[in-house]
């Protein structure tokens, strides 16, 4: 059986205040982008998991795939599996590429075995995997608040837009990421900017809080925004704590630093 994960985009992140569990809360729009790897399972005597592709960090007893496995066997009477991951989601790029691994293994577990978990129960499980996981088993924009596990649909359809995708090959730990940031509560949220302005208003309006760190430490990461606008992006920004770099347009247009071209 197969399934194919794919990645998001944050539209705007807003860091709201720090919980007292060391968490944060955050106010941001999860957004779903055609951008895939590839996850099969296979009957096996053993329980193995292959990868290829983009490279992963980490041995497999950290990879969230293995983690979701492991998480529904405590519960259930699963049968051993080969299990293959075709990664193409470039790796912590703020995209969600690990986390939509964790929550497809969850669902194509579910529907494998026939364990009729619903919708709810598969949230459930997806959080004890990381505070992301739980968005991509609806996996359909979503006005997100908590540490990442509330969520409500938001009123948006991207269609008809084309997305760019630049990676520039920058880690930035959550250390990093973390370092610059000062809570504020105070801002219109995300779900109202976005249900009620224009797409073209939301430069001014819709933040990434992480992007005053990140451009700072690496000003590169500026330098890519400022091009994707004058390029004619309608919105661009980095997606989650970094590094991928979007823009939003009407069109594609020719620039040999974009990676990716999506049609949304």
Known sequence: MISFPNAKINLGLHITSK???????????????????????????????????????????????????????????????????????????????????????????NEYFKLGLNTKELEKYALQLGSDCPFFVENTAKHVTGRGEIMEPIDLDLKGYWLALIY??????????????????????VKEIIEKEPIENWNSLLANDFENTAFKNHPELASYKNELYELGA????????????????????????IDKWLEL
Not at 53 to 67: A, C, E, P, R, T
Not at 88 to 99: N, T
Not at 240 to 249: N, R, V
């Open 168 to 189: 520039p090959g920058i880690h930035i730990s959550t250390k990093e990421a973390y370092s610059g940031i000062v809570p504020d509560n105070t801002r219109a949220s």
């Open 19 to 109: 919980r007292a569990d060391g968490y944060h809360n955050i106010d941001s729009c999860f957004y779903p982008i055609p951008l895939y790897d590839v996850l099969e399972i296979i009957e096996a005597n053993e329980t193995t998991l292959n990868t290829s592709g983009l490279d992963i960090d980490g041995s497999h007893s950290d990879n969230l795939i293995w983690k979701a496995y492991n998480l529904l066997k405590q519960d259930y009477d699963l049968s051993a599996l080969e299990i293959h991951l075709l990664k193409k989601i470039p790796m912590g790029a703020g995209m969600g590429g690990g986390s939509a691994d964790g929550a497809f293994m969850l669902k194509l577990l």
């Open 234 to 257: 309608i919105y661009a920004a980095m997606t989650g704590s970094g590094s991928t770099m979007f823009g939003i347009f009407k069109e594609v247009v020719d620039y040999p630093k």
